[in-house]
């Protein structure tokens, strides 16, 4: 399958500081790109459709001021989680279309390996 | 709106067969499944677009029923390895996935 892969695995930061988590697919292009965030033993919420080359789509409740997203390329998409608190602390997943490769069934979405976040 | 997976947990023997369901009260464009093991990412299984297909890798498969509003995933002969958290995502038109809560499957030996 599609690969993708998120930069850093994991990070630890202080609360009111900034963290950036990088999306890449390495063997295809992605227009899209999706981002989730996943709380222990829970399920996997979307927070945002980032899109290559325009403004990224949020879900409902999700704010867009705190969770910045920029689709640089068609193999990069940035999470940056400006001012972290606590509660900012979770399981990021990013996913991405395998739209180029051919090898994909369309629709398909492949996950990163994800990025757990830690504020302090 | 959240698709309902069925059973919450379920523990088996290695060898055991097992069925997950997923099920939505309106028809969907399309259901994927995945598996997920603790502190990793999800890792696709399948994919399901049209009502009344079934497909399947090695011991796993998966079916959609005609009215494209519920997908059972089944298990065959289940593995230590099939262990984890199987999730079902559901498909819209614009691509988006909503996944249920999922189902925490456990293999003992």
Request: one cysteine or more; proline letters at 4%; hydrophobic letters at 30%.
């Amino acid at each position: 399958g599609a690969v993708v892969s998120q930069h850093p695995s994991w990070v630890i930061c202080k609360s009111g500081t900034s963290v950036k988590i990088e999306c890449r697919s390495l063997d295809f292009q992605a227009t899209t790109m999706f981002w989730y965030r996943q709380f222990p033993k829970q399920s996997l919420m979307l927070m945002a459709t980032s899109n290559e080359g325009s403004k990224a789509t949020y879900e409902q409740g999700v704010e867009k001021d705190k969770f910045l997203i920029n689709h640089a390329s068609l193999t990069l998409s940035t999470l940056t989680v400006t001012s972290a608190h606590p509660e900012d602390s979770s399981f990021y997943i990013c996913s991405a279309r395998d739209l180029t490769s051919g090898r994909a069934v369309p629709d398909t979405q492949y996950f990163g390996p994800g990025t757990r976040l830690t504020v302090l | 709106q959240q698709p309902v997976q069925s059973p919450q947990a379920v523990i088996l023997r290695e060898g055991e067969d097992a069925v997950i369901n997923c099920s939505s009260s309106k028809a969907l464009y399309s259901v994927h499944w995945y598996r997920q093991k603790h502190g990793e990412a999800p890792v696709f299984l399948m994919i399901l677009l049209k009502g009344g297909e079934q497909k399947g890798h090695d011991k796993i498969s998966a079916s959609f029923n005609e009215k494209k509003q519920q997908s059972s995933l089944y298990l065959t002969a289940s593995q230590l390895s099939y262990s984890g958290t199987y999730f079902c995502g559901t498909g819209g038109s614009n691509y988006k996935l909503t996944f249920g809560k999922g189902t925490l499957l456990t293999v003992n030996p």
